[in-house]
């Protein structure tokens, strides 16, 4: 079974500053996917960032970016410039097999970080 | 963009009734929709998977006779918690997959069973 770890609970960061969240998964699998969530207040689950594990080069979204580890089996989320508008709770997630079917498309969540940008 | 809507937002039920949380993709069809549930500041916890026309498949640990699926069609799925009590009280979430590599995520229902 796969597990997916964020060993920050909470974080802050000041406005216009860069901050870093990471996450550590086990898996045995080869081919698999990494996704970084977004869940604001409004508990709206929002898709931030997401990084096939057979891609060596790191995804960037605008001001998120992922450094992916894969010998480590490490994840983190690097957010620059933060905006008041990223205090969320931010979670990990993993996935297999997306190219077989529904019902091996899991995802499994980390614990998530509750990120706090303060102006 | 892929919407998925949830109805009702917020539902409110007596201990010992049944209620109903409808999940629907707007303006796409789902092979797949999933169920999860959130209690407060924690992790999304996957309850069950559901295809289109068959039987949903529950994780270890989730009644099926309690959280019951139906997935009638490819755009609607179904959650009913029967004979809800107040340990049932959560939110509960449902994502709609329609094969690519994204879950799209639906707003959340939050069920409180007094």
């Known amino acids: 079974a796969q597990t997916v770890t964020q060993s920050q609970p909470e974080m802050s960061v000041q406005e216009a500053e860069t901050v870093t969240l990471s996450c550590t998964y086990d898996?045995?699998?080869?081919?698999?996917?990494l996704f970084w969530y977004k869940q604001p207040p409004s508990r709206q689950m929002i898709l931030v960032i997401r990084?096939?594990?057979?891609?060596?080069q790191n995804a960037t979204e605008n001001r998120f970016s992922v450094n992916f580890q894969k010998a480590a089996k490490s994840f983190s989320l690097k957010i620059s410039d933060s905006q008041l508008g990223d205090t969320a709770m931010y979670f990990c997630?993993?996935?297999?097999?997306?190219?077989?079917?529904?019902?091996?498309?899991?995802?499994?969540f980390g614990k998530g970080t509750l990120l706090t940008v303060n102006p | 963009g892929a919407v998925v809507s949830q109805h009702p937002s917020w539902v409110i039920c007596k201990s010992g009734t049944s209620v109903k949380i409808e999940c629907r993709s707007l303006?796409?069809?789902?092979?797949?929709m999933f169920w999860y549930r959130q209690f407060p500041k924690q992790s999304l916890m996957l309850m069950a998977t559901?295809?289109?026309?068959?039987?949903?498949?529950?994780e270890q640990g989730v009644e099926k006779d309690k959280f019951l699926i139906n997935h009638a069609s490819l755009t609607l799925s179904t959650l009913t918690v029967t004979s809800a009590h107040p340990e049932d009280s959560s939110f509960y979430i449902c994502?709609?997959?329609?094969?690519?590599?994204?879950?799209?995520f639906g707003p959340g229902t939050r069920l409180t069973v007094t």
């Open positions: 994502s709609a997959w329609e094969g690519s590599y994204e879950q799209y």
């Open positions: 898996t045995s699998e080869s081919n698999y996917y």
């Open positions: 990084q096939e594990a057979y891609k060596q």
């Open positions: 997630a993993f996935s297999t097999d997306l190219n077989s079917g529904g019902s091996n498309y899991k995802l499994t």
């Open positions: 303006d796409f069809q789902a092979t797949t």
């Open positions: 559901s295809n289109e026309g068959s039987k949903a498949t529950y």
